[in-house]
């Protein structure tokens, strides 16, 4: 079927994009994604254009969206429940499964309430946006390294903003002295930073926040289900219930997709009343959610402890061997492996030979998500990795770094 007609004098307006688009592309800037699907029966490996690959930057971290448990609690609600909601939180699309994890989340966190959303990015953008709206006042102090959604959900908003050096405490108290003890403050930053690995000093922050009067918003996305006794992130690992609102996901180490925050009763029911991409939207399918119930219940269980203990084990691994090969890499506190690859066209490159010699997908991470000159895999080794694999996928990196 051919493509309708489309009025191109209209479309001049765009006629500038196609030399954007050309810039990044001579840059090695421009986004090429590679199509894959994941084979369940076959954890780490997927189809891509009729070949079997091995994934080696999946955020499934936990491999939970394989779980013969998950997989089949989501079948069997699916063929109870059908495979939609058929309406948004606000009209027939809030089911008794969003009532239970909602509470079920809060409670992990320790906090009076959390609300699920369709996405961490939703979650952290509708969130944000809607508060400091509804505070024109409120000084928001965000951390230089803070996600995309992060950033966007406090640009929406006309509040005066401080952007602090990364994880640099003195300077954060520096910026909160500025103002006066009553004017509301809200410090925003993550737990685990997904592009270095590295670990925010959240009790320092705390410490801050508790002198200066201000509140603090935690993204724990890429600890939840990683880090903690049972998973619950980085506060539960080091025992610190000061943030006062806590994001997380479920589209990583749980395995499923959608994103929540937990916090105050009060702000949390403002956002579930006011906030747009919250009301207006399509909710996740009650077999999603019930997914995401059966993946807590092993994330949250012995069987949870004994994968994230692995987890440690094959990153410790993997660090090694990357070590013994003499690749680069950030000696990261938590699982991730993030390994240096400078150069926009290089990293790019060498991940093409991956894929075509090797048979192995590993993501090039580049500008912006990564300064320039800072260009990174950002390697993750799941439980279910071995040491033969590990090695082989070392061996496989070291011989296209050699060619690049």
């Known amino acids: 079927m051919s493509a309708l007609p489309i009025d191109t004098q209209a479309l001049s307006v765009f006629d500038g994009l196609g030399e954007r688009l050309a810039d990044l592309?001579?840059?090695?800037?421009?986004?090429?994604?590679t199509p894959c699907s994941y084979l369940a029966e076959q954890p780490g490996?997927?189809?891509?254009?009729?070949?079997?690959?091995?994934?080696?930057?999946?955020?499934?971290?936990?491999?939970?969206s394989q779980n013969p448990q998950v997989m089949e609690a989501q079948i069997a609600s699916t063929r109870r429940h059908g495979t939609g909601n058929g309406g948004s939180r606000n009209i027939a699309g809030t089911s008794e499964a969003h009532v239970e994890l909602e509470?079920?989340?809060?409670?992990?966190?320790?906090r009076p309430r959390a609300l699920v959303f369709t996405s961490g990015y939703v979650a952290n953008f509708e969130t944000l946006s809607t508060l400091l709206s509804a505070v024109p006042d409120m000084v928001v102090f965000s951390d230089s390294l803070n996600h995309r959604s992060l950033i966007e959900g406090?640009?929406?908003?006309?509040?005066?903003?401080?952007?602090?050096?990364?994880?640099?405490?003195?300077?954060?108290?520096?910026?909160?002295?500025?103002?006066?003890?009553?004017?509301?403050?809200?410090?925003?930053?993550?737990?685990?930073?997904?592009?270095?690995?590295?670990i925010a000093p959240i009790h320092e922050i705390c410490d801050l926040a508790d002198r200066h009067n201000a509140m603090t918003y935690l993204d724990e996305t890429h600890a939840i289900g990683v880090n903690g006794p049972t998973g619950a992130g980085i506060c539960e690992e080091i025992g610190?219930?000061?943030?006062t609102f806590v994001q997380g996901v479920f589209g990583k180490a749980v395995g499923t997709t959608g994103g929540y925050v937990a916090g105050p009763d009060t702000a949390l029911d403002y956002v579930r009343s006011n906030a747009p991409g919250f009301i207006f939207t399509t909710t996740i399918p009650r077999s999603s959610l019930d997914a995401t119930q059966r993946s807590l219940d092993v994330v949250q269980s012995a069987a949870g402890v004994e994968l994230?203990?692995?987890?440690?084990?094959?990153?410790?691994?993997?660090?090694?061997?990357?070590?013994?090969?003499?690749?680069?890499?950030?000696?990261?506190?938590?699982?991730?492996v993030p390994v240096l690859v400078?150069?926009?066209?290089?990293?790019?490159?060498?991940?093409?030979?991956?894929?075509?010699?090797?048979?192995?997908?590993?993501?090039?991470?580049?500008?912006?998500?990564?300064?320039?000159?800072?260009?990174?895999?950002?390697?993750?080794?799941?439980?279910?990795r071995t040491q033969t694999q590990i090695e082989e996928f070392v061996r496989a990196l070291r011989t296209c770094l050699d060619g690049s």
């Open 45 to 64: 490996h997927a189809i891509h254009k009729g070949r079997r690959i091995q994934v080696w930057c999946t955020n499934d971290y936990l491999g939970m």
């Open 240 to 243: 610190e219930y000061r943030p």
């Open 25 to 33: 592309k001579s840059a090695g800037l421009y986004r090429d994604f």
């Open 103 to 110: 509470r079920r989340l809060a409670e992990w966190h320790r």
């Open 154 to 198: 406090i640009r929406a908003s006309s509040n005066r903003k401080h952007i602090f050096p990364h994880n640099d405490v003195a300077a954060l108290e520096e910026m909160l002295s500025q103002y006066d003890i009553e004017r509301p403050k809200i410090i925003v930053f993550e737990s685990v930073y997904s592009m270095d690995g590295d």
């Open 308 to 336: 994230r203990k692995k987890l440690r084990e094959n990153a410790a691994r993997m660090r090694a061997a990357l070590h013994k090969a003499g690749i680069d890499f950030i000696d990261a506190e938590s699982h991730l």
């Open 342 to 384: 400078p150069g926009g066209q290089r990293v790019k490159s060498v991940s093409a030979r991956l894929l075509d010699e090797f048979g192995i997908y590993v993501q090039p991470i580049n500008f912006p998500s990564v300064a320039k000159g800072g260009e990174r895999f950002r390697v993750t080794v799941a439980p279910f």
